[in-house]
């Protein structure tokens, strides 16, 4: 374990913050380094830059598994370096960036956290390197693959995979229910069925402890659960009609 990081796979890295419980991911190569997510404004950013370089003093690209601020307020404590993300998600953080910053800037407050400032200060800087459903990086001769399995946690989930280990992003959440906030669960659970299809090793979630296939299926059946409650009349009496209503239209 090196700066609070913890090795899952050949040279593939999790560090797991207090913060959140979040994780963030770097895979390192021969001349070239990988980091997965960058934490939730520009010093947690500067300081998972440092623990990076506790690791290797390789150049690094960026990835961000999606739209949320603690997942991308960071980002320009790796600038210049490219930026790669799903093709919606800068759509997704341009739309949302000010509406997370107020409410987490607002939640911060109310406990007394100096956070908040930092949250408030943190430059908003998206990703600039955009996939489609896939892309393929060679990182310092190492292929990582960065995949969209479809829509889940958001509308924008990228999945990142090296070797057997997959950085799964928010789309799985080990200690804490999944996030329902802009999510879409009419949809997440075919989602990690997708993501279960490629998983052969760790799975890094984007909060918690690491995880394997057997967690995944087991979420992957409860979010299947929620959807039949959304989508069944009768299947779960305390969900009234306008519940349900309330659910199709905001949560797709």
């Known amino acids: 374990m090196t700066a609070g990081w913890v090795e899952v796979g050949d040279r593939v890295f999790v560090r797991r913050h207090q913060d959140l419980d979040l994780n963030c991911g770097l895979v390192v190569g021969a001349d070239g380094c990988l980091v997965v997510d960058t934490r939730s404004h520009l010093g947690e950013g500067r300081a998972l830059a440092e623990a990076v370089r506790a690791v290797t003093p390789h150049p ?15 980002n320009a404590a790796f600038r210049p370096a ?13 739309s949302t960036a000010e509406q997370q910053r107020a409410a987490v800037v607002a939640a911060l407050l109310a406990d007394g956290d100096p956070a908040a400032e930092l949250v408030a200060a943190a430059p908003v800087d998206p990703p600039d390197h955009l996939v489609g459903d896939a892309a393929v990086l060679d990182v310092g001769g190492r292929t990582v693959s960065l995949r969209h399995l479809g829509r889940g946690h958001t509308g924008a989930d990228l999945v990142v995979a090296v070797d057997d280990v997959v950085f799964a992003g928010d789309l799985v959440e080990e200690g804490a229910p999944p996030a329902m ?14 993501l279960l299809a490629q998983t052969r090793g760790p799975v890094v979630p984007g909060h918690g402890a690491v995880v394997d296939a057997a967690f995944v299926a087991a979420q992957r059946d409860e979010l299947a659960q929620l959807a039949r409650w959304l989508t069944e009349p009768g299947s779960a009496p305390a969900f009234d009609e306008q519940t349900r209503s309330v659910a199709r239209g905001r949560l797709r």
Do not use: Y
């Not at 490219?82 to 341009?94: F, K, M, N, S």
């Not at 669960?185 to 069925?193: F, H, I, K, Q, S």
């Open 60 to 74: 690094w690209t960026v990835v961000n598994t999606h739209a949320h601020h603690d997942h991308c307020f960071g």
């Open 82 to 94: 490219a930026i790669w993300a799903h093709r919606d998600c800068v759509t997704e953080l341009l």
């Open 181 to 194: 906030d802009d999510a879409f669960p009419l949809e997440w659970a075919d989602t990690l069925t997708e």
